[in-house]
């Protein structure tokens, strides 16, 4: 009972609106009545997965016991699709696409396949360690390879097109090994321009490279076997930690560690993740998730004998872990060798969200020495139960296909389980291979009234939080707190400043580096899986300190780390109400003066010519002289093709809006370069445009050139030796810069006769 008195204040009801947004069905021509509550939902989930079961009945009532509580949430996709007539969309989460062939048709196979996964409602994760690394010789058509990162390229755009079902972009992990010739180049990928912004990407850090960093010792880039490359490691250690710093990517995943740990060892080599990290998988692996709601388990919130009931976080995980599986046998995949893969290994991640709630509930800090004994304990708990379950399901129901007792039980993860279930492994067998996994749970913890979001602490007990409404552009802004905070207020009776709240009331800001990966190691003891978590960092945080964050994380036992630092390269989804008053702050900063439109304007008129279209594309850049300096004012594009009017309209209309209020707006043609078109671009005089959107901005980098705005990359003024060029090009190699056959090795480096690049700078 509240010990307060007088009207309980209300807040915004950020679970109804969840629901009705992402998991409600609503209805169609046949006779699947719509959901008119949350229960009706939660029934249609329990009903459809119970179906699989001989006793349907009985096993129904068992997961509506667990679900209408929420004290098991199983992924988005289950919740959204259980039942309904969307029978080809997939109940798992995210898969790892096929180990990518080094040859055209097998990147565009996996191009196919990760579209079709995508638009079923997967995310993906791609290794790109298998392409060969950028002007590698590609016998039969006497060329070089473009490299993995422009292929990425075309899976980013591929990504960009396909709205999978439930109305969201699709999600993409692209890894690399460190080892890798391209290495360098992934890490950079993504500064300075809009490419690959459909991507996360990590590398797959290995033990050898870890000691190199160590020892300051050099580190050789390889392919195949052939080293493309020697390095110093801590040089390269440096790029991936700064890109981190300023950019929060790319992430850190120790691969040797997971493929040590798997418990299917014997079977499968992983070398990539899903798109959040939290399920390491192998070739056309799934990842099948649910989370236990840790605020479920508190006994006497906010009491001094407040407590965890491990009675009741041991049946529901139990229950928890027959539901999932029986979702291996009834979900549709986008791919058959996604089906077979899942149904051989049964593979499963049962989790947690409202951890850092829970503390609160016990009144304990996040990241005190208390938190991490407690976290470690009640995860050791269900992943006790969740083996236990599993075995009891095989001795009902059979192993998993590939399961091979005495290999299995060897594997470490599972030297670490009590001696009993061992022994119940070998005498009944396993049903699911995996199945622990921390995953992130922000759909499913607003759902259950704003828990704190998987293993993280709060993010704020009050925030501002922008609702997309269809459409991108579309946004609501709502005020939503948190669910231990809303449950303090209830509990006192009053409403209470987060500067009166008890000690224990942590935010993320206020949890150091070290006290996040501690929460993270202390669970990880206990995943068989990965687990996906950010490591915050204060903006000021220095970045020598910050380095030491990976090599803390890996001495803890970490498969993995990912750190976000706030920076002027980053924008987030929530804001906390200060930083929306410091926006607001910035916003009455007079907007940037704009010259008046003379009536006359001298400018140039640029043709391109492309096999998109019958017809040229004639694109006029007027000037201004503005304060003694000319720049672009306005751009014009005229065409006979009606077809792109629309498009060409709008390109026109925002491309002079820049060119108004930028007065060094060179930053767009590194955006428009970055477009790659799904369906392939085109070459013209010799070089490979990516799309036509890159050829507009070509003609916009030459028009600055010519205006001397930006640098022109000169060509070599030699004529003889352009001509020697021609004559026998079989010697040089692609330029990176110019992208024309002018690199060459000179003095322990690469230069490019044709436009001065040089790789040692």
């Known amino acids: 009972m509240p010990k307060g008195r007088g009207k309980q204040p209300e807040f915004y009801d950020i679970a109804t609106e969840i629901w009705n947004r992402k998991y409600r069905y609503k209805g169609n021509q046949k006779d699947i009545p719509e959901d008119k509550t949350v229960e009706d939902t939660l029934h249609r989930v329990a009903r459809t997965i119970a179906a699989n079961e001989q006793n349907a009945r009985h096993w129904e009532s068992k997961f509506e016991e667990i679900l209408i509580p929420k004290y098991f949430l199983p992924g988005g996709r289950i919740i959204a699709n259980a039942g309904t007539q969307r029978s080809e969309v997939t109940m798992f989460n995210c898969y ?43 016998k039969g058509c006497e060329a070089q390879s473009s490299g993995p990162i422009s292929f990425m390229q075309v899976l980013d755009s591929t990504c960009r097109t396909i709205m999978s079902a439930g109305q969201r972009r699709g999600a993409q992990m692209g890894v690399m090994r460190c080892d890798h010739p391209d290495i360098e180049e992934f890490v950079t990928a993504k500064r ?20 190199a960093v160590k020892n300051n010792s050099d580190w050789e880039l390889s392919f195949n076997g052939n080293v493309h490359k020697t390095v110093r490691a801590t040089e390269l250690w440096e790029l991936i930690m700064k890109s981190t710093y300023d950019f929060a990517e790319p992430g850190f995943i120790l691969m040797d560690r997971i493929n040590e740990m798997n418990n299917l060892y014997y079977c499968e080599t992983i070398a990539a993740t899903n798109p959040c990290g939290e399920q390491p998988l192998p070739p056309f692996g799934a990842c099948l998730l649910g989370s236990l709601n840790l605020t479920k388990f508190v006994n006497n919130p906010f009491e001094e004998n407040a407590s965890v009931d491990y009675d009741l976080i041991d049946s529901v995980t139990r229950t928890a872990v027959r539901l999932l599986d029986n979702v291996i046998d009834i979900s549709g995949y986008p791919l058959p060798q996604q089906r077979d893969e899942a149904r051989r290994k049964r593979r499963m ?38 083996y236990e379950g599993s075995v009891a399901l095989a001795k009902e129901k059979g192993s998993f296909p590939l399961l091979e007792e ?24 396993l049903r699911n291979s995996h199945l622990i996994s921390i995953a992130p749970t922000g759909t499913i913890s607003l759902f259950a009234d704003n828990v704190s979001s998987g293993l993280e602490p709060v993010f704020a007990f009050s925030y501002n939080r922008r609702i997309r409404n269809g459409a991108e552009d579309d946004c609501t802004e709502v005020e939503v707190v948190d669910y231990a905070y809303k449950k303090y207020v209830e509990h006192v009776g009053k409403t209470v400043k987060e500067k009166d709240l008890p000690d224990y009331f942590v935010t993320s800001d206020s949890v150091t580096p070290e006290e996040h990966v501690n929460i993270q190691a202390a669970l990880q003891r206990h995943v068989d899986s990965s687990i996906s978590k950010t490591i915050n960092v204060p903006a000021d945080y220095p970045f ?27 924008t987030g989804v929530l804001t906390r109400k200060e930083d929306k008053q410091d926006a607001a702050a910035l916003a009455d900063t007079p907007p940037p003066r704009i010259p008046d439109r003379p009536k006359e304007l001298e400018g140039t008129t640029y043709k391109i010519k492309t096999p998109l279209s019958p017809d040229a594309l004639y694109l006029t850049i007027n000037d201004i002289i503005d304060e003694g300096t000319r720049r672009p004012y306005e751009l014009f594009i005229n065409t006979k093709n009606l077809q792109h009017l629309s498009w060409v309209v709008a390109m026109t209309r925002l491309i002079s809006a820049v060119f108004r209020k930028e007065k060094h707006p060179s930053f767009l043609v590194e955006e428009l370069k970055s477009i790659y078109d799904p369906n392939g671009g085109y070459f013209s005089d010799g070089k490979f445009i990516p799309s036509l959107a890159a050829d507009i901005g070509l003609v916009i980098e030459k028009h600055l050139q010519k205006i001397g705005m930006i640098e ?14 021609e004559r026998n090009d079989s010697k040089f190699m692609i330029c990176p810069q110019c992208n024309e056959k002018g690199l060459y090795s000179s003095e322990n480096c690469v230069k490019c006769i044709l436009c001065g690049y040089s790789k040692c700078g």
């Open 544 to 570: 020598d300190k910050f380095k030491d964050i990976y090599l803390y994380a890996h001495s803890k036992g970490l498969k993995g780390c990912t750190t976000f630092r706030p920076s002027e390269h980053i």
């Open 349 to 386: 991640g049962v989790g947690i969200t409202g951890l850092a709630d829970m503390f609160i509930f016990l009144g304990v800090r996040y990241g005190s020495a208390k938190s991490l004994d407690m976290a470690s304990d009640i995860m050791k708990a269900i992943t006790n139960a969740a």
């Open 712 to 725: 022109e990359k000169k060509k070599a003024a030699v004529v003889d030796t352009k001509k020697k060029v």
């Open 406 to 429: 005495a290999k299995y039980c060897r594997s470490k993860f599972i030297q670490t389980l009590p001696d009993e279930i061992i022994a119940g492994i070998k005498r009944y067998g």
């Open 96 to 138: 790892v696409m096929n180990s990518i062939e080094d040859s055209i048709e097998g990147i565009f196979d996996t191009v196919k396949d990760s579209a079709v996964t995508q638009k079923q409602g997967g995310g993906v994760g791609f290794d790109f360690s298998t392409i060969r690394p950028k002007n590698s010789h590609i």
């Open 192 to 211: 300075g321009n809009a490419s690959l912004q459909m991507f996360n990407l990590s590398v797959a850090i290995t033990e050898k490279f870890m000691n």
